[in-house]
């Protein structure tokens, strides 16, 4: 059976490989294997877990009725694999809402009730499989949730694969210039590439106006373009990134505090990631828009409060906190 829930707006379903076979859906007792293997079984999976099926699609809603499928555990205790599967069916390397979402399902089963790793297996080439993040329970501000451990963050077209992109500057730092989202939009021209796990393209905007919004981003005029971007090929045009990328674009906020709006690779405008949340974060930290310490990046589906811990002008790595309830 899978269980739905929510985290900042971003709404995962959970399923385990033993439920997914019961389902008829081939899919190996192996993480590495399944992922490796992922083209013959993913797109079933989505289709009969994540398909609106008997339930009326609402008005305006995605065609799918969650923005991915964490499948797993594939063992009883820790560390636990998992595979994230986008809506397109192509894997993830890391989401960080996903991965909350998933230690909530883990604690409601029993399963986890100390800080643990969870360990994300995935098909691409460019990135090590399978990444880990290290998970904590936590209280933050009297609320119950999970600090996630994200690692050393890595700057630049190199960090992601990114080809031809130009070079821009902000504030002093040697950012890039990405010619197929200037075009699109000529406030587009600044961005910084991260890797947190996964590759991001954070654009930064002068000022909010500048930001795209989630419901222009589902209209053709907007998606297919951003699509082309942020999507590998086929579905995408893999530039500049052969891999894909996840877009985001940030503007500046008093206080610590960055709003942005994020396009994910395989799945398209979100109400919120995790992993991009850390990704904005961190390049507003090297431009200078904000401080080390705790940042509270602002997207449609909520805040997520992003700890950024440094020595001095050396950014050591991102942590994310994050919570997740049961959806209906």
Known sequence: MTLFYDARGNIYGVVSPTSLRNNGIDIPESAALAASTRNLWTASAIASECDWGATPRPAGAKAHRCDGLLVGPFQTEPPFDLLIVNTDGSLAERSGNG?????????????????????????????????????????????????????????????????????????????????????????????????????????LVEQASALPDNAQMQQPALFEPLQAIAFAPPTGGGQPCSAGVNLQWAARQPGNRVIARVFERGEGPTASSGTSASAVACAAWRVGWVESGEVAVVMPGGIAPVRLHTQGDTLLSVSLFGTARPQA
């Open 99 to 203: 991965l909350t979402i998933f230690a909530q399902a883990l604690t409601d089963h029993g399963l986890l009730s100390e800080a643990c790793e969870l360990r994300v297996h995935h098909d691409k080439s460019d990135a090590v499989s399978p990444v880990v993040t290290r998970v904590e329970p936590a209280v933050r501000e009297q609320v119950v949730g999970f600090w996630l451990e994200l690692g050393l963050p890595a700057f630049g077209p190199a960090a992601v694969g990114a080809q031809g992109a130009g070079q821009a500057f902000l504030a002093g730092a040697e950012l890039s210039h990405v010619t197929e989202l200037a075009a699109i939009n000529p406030q587009w021209a600044t961005s910084q590439f991260v890797r947190v796990g996964n590759p991001h393209c954070v654009t």
